[in-house]
């Protein structure tokens, strides 16, 4: 059986984490998506939002289906240039200010200069402020540090630092020996390297999916708009392939696909969840079922767009979601196995 080769979709990860793309700023992953592509001779188009798309052509041209993964990620914006030479930040998607606490970052100027910064509380240091362990982590109290020579906001300013510019936070990407990756935004890096090494198996083996198959990689996911057009009228399956919720109570792990029966969008469809399920049972794929609580997804917004399609969402567990991430690359080749799968099989409806 050809599956995806886990290495090499191991380093395509580590290679899509460590170029920044917080949502609104993804021409850059874009294009290094687009040239992998392209290298393996698969033709794309973005849409007007930014996105990417590739389609492969299947036996039945009539019935289509799409599988998507988003390449934006949480990020921040510079909201204020402070009179102490220091950035209040806005933040680009869902999380809490303690999770950057600390966090190394980069800042891009619109004429795209890059400087290097740390986010953190204005009160940090212990030497001088009573409150510091106390003091809420917020827009307020919280500032990017900049490493250059600033004393005021005309210093920054000069830099060519201004409201509106993007920052992203280092990912500080590590593999472990036990099979571990730790990174920022695996949400949802770990299923576009997926998605892309799958469509490598497929050109490399030459495999003839069964339906015309469109791959989205979308790129406003963290926003919640990301997956939600450029869907062809003959598209019936959509299946997002997006990380799975862990924490107390969830039984989605670092090792197994996720397959979201639910989130809070409500029930994803019942046929194509058994159909997964069932694909999963019958190739000795490692899976758990789960429901996740504070989630939306491309799937669910593509849903809330309007278009009548059969929606699902599968993905591999990422532990600290938002935040300090985790999996293993065990949930990724699980993921991978499903995937490969799916694309060969019949549809649930037809
Ligand atoms: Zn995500």
Do not use: W
Request: aromatic letters at 8%.
């Amino acid at each position: 059986m050809t599956y995806i080769d886990l290495n090499e979709t191991l380093d395509l990860l580590t290679e899509l984490v460590s170029i920044p793309s917080p949502s609104g700023n993804t021409n850059e992953v874009i294009t290094f998506v687009e040239t992998f592509l392209e290298e393996i001779g698969v033709e794309t188009r973005r849409n007007r939002k930014g996105g990417l798309l590739a389609t492969i052509k299947g036996q039945l041209d009539s019935h289509h289906r799409m599988l998507t993964a988003h390449v934006d990620t949480l990020g921040a914006m510079v909201k204020e240039v402070k009179s102490n030479g220091r950035l209040k930040i806005d933040l680009i998607g869902g999380f809490q200010y303690n999770s950057i606490e600390g966090e190394y970052c980069q800042i891009e100027t619109s004429s795209g200069k890059k400087f290097t910064g740390t986010i953190l509380m204005r009160q940090t240091s212990v030497h001088v402020y009573k409150d510091a362990g106390k003091a809420e982590r917020n827009q307020e109290n919280m500032e990017v540090r900049i490493d250059e020579v600033v004393k005021n906001s005309d210093d920054v300013r000069k830099l060519g630092i201004e409201v509106g510019d993007f920052v992203s936070f280092d990912p500080r990407v590590e593999r472990t020996e036990s099979g571990y990756i730790k990174s920022r935004h695996l949400d949802d890096k770990a299923s576009v390297a997926i998605l892309l090494q799958l469509i490598k198996t497929i050109k490399e083996a030459s495999i003839e999916l069964p339906y015309t198959t469109h791959f989205l990689i979308s790129n406003n996911e963290e926003i919640g708009y990301g997956g939600n057009s450029n869907i062809t009228p003959e598209t019936v399956e959509y299946l997002a392939v997006d990380m799975g919720a862990m924490g107390d109570g969830q039984s989605t792990d670092e090792y197994t696909v996720s397959i979201c029966v639910k989130d809070a969008s409500g029930p994803y469809h019942y046929e194509l969840r058994k159909h997964l399920v069932q694909l999963a049972e019958e190739n000795n794929i490692e899976y758990k079922l789960d429901i996740y609580p504070y989630y939306g997804s491309d799937a669910s917004a593509a849903i809330r767009s309007g278009n009548d399609i059969v929606h699902g969402l599968i993905g591999p567990g990422i532990d600290s979601s938002h935040a300090f991430e985790r999996t293993h690359e065990s949930s990724i080749e699980n993921t991978g196995k499903l995937l490969f799968h799916y694309i060969q099989s019949k549809m649930v409806q037809l």
